[in-house]
C-alpha cells in the first residue's frame, strides 16, 4: 500500500518535470485568466473534479484526452485537459489528493506559455462527462466507474425506479446576499423561500419522510453547494422552492419545472433569472446540457412534477379561484441538472404581482401551499412503491444497504 502510494507521488513529479521548464525563468504572458479554486466532491455514482477559473474559455475539440496507464514509468491511467488562456504557473504543483477508490488526484501545471494542463489520475475508470459552466466559468469533470472499495463493501446505488422514496432535500432558493427577485413591498424571494421550505419540511416529516433542508437559515449558498448537500444527503427527491418575478404587474401564478435543454422563451428568462447567469450565457450553457443524457431520472422527475402540481393546483384554489395554473414546464436548471435524484423547481407565484404577492406573504398561504406539495410527494412515494412486488424487495434490500453505508 505504501509502495503504491509512493509510486504514485514519484509519477506525480515526474509529470510536473514534464510541465515545468518551460516556467523557468520567463514571465508569465499578458492576457491570460487564472484559476480560482479546484474542487472535488466524491458521489455514490461518480466524483467531480471543479475547476473555477476567472475567464471564460473554449475548450479544444480533441477535449478530455484518455492515457492508459504505464506502469513501465510508474504512471496511473490519467486524463489531461488542455486549458487554453489560462495562467496556473505552480500553484498546484503538489497535486490535490482524492483518493476516493476511483480518483488517485487531479494536478494543474503550466503546459505551455498560454496553456494550463489539467491531469487526472485514475484509480478506476468507466466513462466521464465534460462540460463547461458559465458565471463563474467551470470546467466540470464527472468520472464514471466501479469505485474500488476502500472499506466495508457496498451494493452501490439502484435505478431511480427501484429506489424507495426515503429522503427529501428542500432547497430554499437564495438567501444572504443573493435575494433572489424583489417584488411589491420590497417583498423579497429569499425569505419567501425560506418560510415556505420550512413549513414544507415540517409537513414531510409528518408524512416520515427524512427531510433534509439546503439552508435553515438567510445565508447565501452557489448551486453547487446545494447540489452537494443534497447528493451527500443520498437523497431521493430534490425540490427547489423559488417564487416568480415579472416586468409586467398582471403576470401572475404557480408553476413547476424539471430539467431540460430545450429552448422555450419564457423558461430561458426565468432560468437565466434562477442560474444568475445573463441570458446570453444560457446558449453554451444548453449546448453543454444538451450533450447529457437526462436518462431515467427524467421520467420520475417528470412524475414528480405532474404529482406536486395537480396537489397545489386543486388545493390552492381552495384559497383563492382566481390563482393561474402555469402548468408544467422545462428549463435548463443548473441546480435541477446537476442533482442525480428525481428533481423539481417550484415557482410558488409572482412576487411582482399584488394578489400573488398578498398571498405569498401569508403564512397561512404558506403551509397550505407546504401542505399541498408535501401530499404530492406523498402520493409519488406511493406511486413508486406500489412497483413490481420484485422491485419493491429489490429496493428494500438497497435501502437497508444504502443506510449501512451512510454509517461507514
Ligand atoms: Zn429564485
Known amino acids: 500500500m505504501i509502495g503504491r502510494k509512493r509510486g504514485t507521488r514519484f509519477a506525480r513529479l515526474l509529470g510536473l518535470i514534464c510541465l515545468l521548464p518551460v516556467l523557468v525563468g520567463v514571465e508569465r504572458p499578458p492576457g491570460l485568466g487564472d484559476v480560482r479554486e479546484v474542487r472535488t466532491w466524491s458521489y455514490p455514482d461518480f466524483t467531480r473534479v471543479v475547476v473555477e477559473l476567472t475567464e471564460e474559455i473554449e475548450l479544444p475539440k480533441n477535449g478530455l484526452v484518455r492515457l492508459k496507464a504505464n506502469l513501465g514509468a510508474g504512471r496511473p491511467e490519467r486524463l489531461y485537459l488542455d486549458v487554453p488562456g489560462i ?97 411589491i413591498g420590497g417583498l423579497r424571494e429569499k425569505d419567501v423561500n425560506l418560510a415556505i421550505s420550512k413549513k414544507l419540511a415540517q409537513r414531510l416529516e409528518e408524512h416520515g419522510f427524512e427531510v433534509v433542508l439546503t439552508r435553515r437559515d438567510d445565508r447565501a449558498l452557489t448551486l453547487e453547494e446545494r447540489t452537494a448537500i443534497a447528493e451527500s444527503a443520498d437523497g431521493d427527491v430534490f425540490i427547489s422552492i423559488h417564487a416568480n418575478a415579472s416586468r409586467h404587474a398582471q403576470t401572475r401564478g404557480f408553476e413547476i419545472y424539471t430539467l431540460d435543454a430545450n429552448h422555450e422563451r419564457h423558461s430561458l428568462e426565468v432560468a437565466a433569472r434562477e ?56 428549463g435548463p436548471f443548473y441546480v435541477l441538472f446537476m442533482s442525480s435524484m428525481s428533481s423539481v423547481l417550484v415557482e410558488a407565484g ?59
Open 350 to 408: 409572482f412576487v411582482t404581482n399584488q394578489r400573488d404577492a398578498k398571498l405569498l406573504r401569508s403564512p397561512q398561504f404558506q403551509s397550505l401551499l407546504a401542505k399541498q406539495i408535501a401530499d404530492g410527494v406523498d402520493r409519488y412515494r406511493r406511486q413508486i412503491e406500489a412497483g413490481p412486488a420484485a422491485s419493491a424487495r429489490l429496493a428494500k434490500g438497497a435501502a437497508i444497504a444504502r443506510r449501512n453505508d451512510g454509517k461507514l
Open 87 to 183: 495562467w496556473v504557473g505552480r500553484r498546484f504543483e503538489s497535486g490535490i489528493e482524492v483518493g476516493d477508490g476511483l480518483l488517485d488526484g487531479v494536478r494543474l501545471g503550466q503546459n505551455t506559455l498560454r496553456n494550463t494542463r489539467l491531469v487526472i489520475d485514475l484509480e478506476r475508470y468507466d466513462h466521464h462527462r465534460l462540460f463547461v459552466l458559465p458565471s463563474p466559468a467551470r470546467i466540470v469533470v464527472d468520472v464514471y466507474g466501479e469505485r474500488r472499495r476502500t472499506r466495508a463493501d457496498s451494493t452501490g446505488r439502484l435505478p431511480a425506479e427501484l429506489r424507495k422514496v426515503h429522503t427529501v432535500v428542500v432547497d430554499p432558493g437564495h438567501g444572504g446576499r443573493d435575494p433572489g427577485a424583489t417584488g
Open 275 to 330: 442560474n444568475r447567469v445573463p441570458a446570453a450565457s444560457l446558449d453554451p450553457l444548453q449546448r453543454a446540457l444538451a450533450r447529457l443524457q437526462a436518462g431515467e431520472l427524467a421520467s420520475q422527475s417528470e412524475r414528480l412534477a405532474s404529482l406536486v402540481h395537480e396537489n397545489v393546483i386543486r388545493g390552492a384554489r381552495q384559497r383563492d379561484r382566481t390563482l393561474t395554473d402555469l402548468g408544467i414546464k422545462k
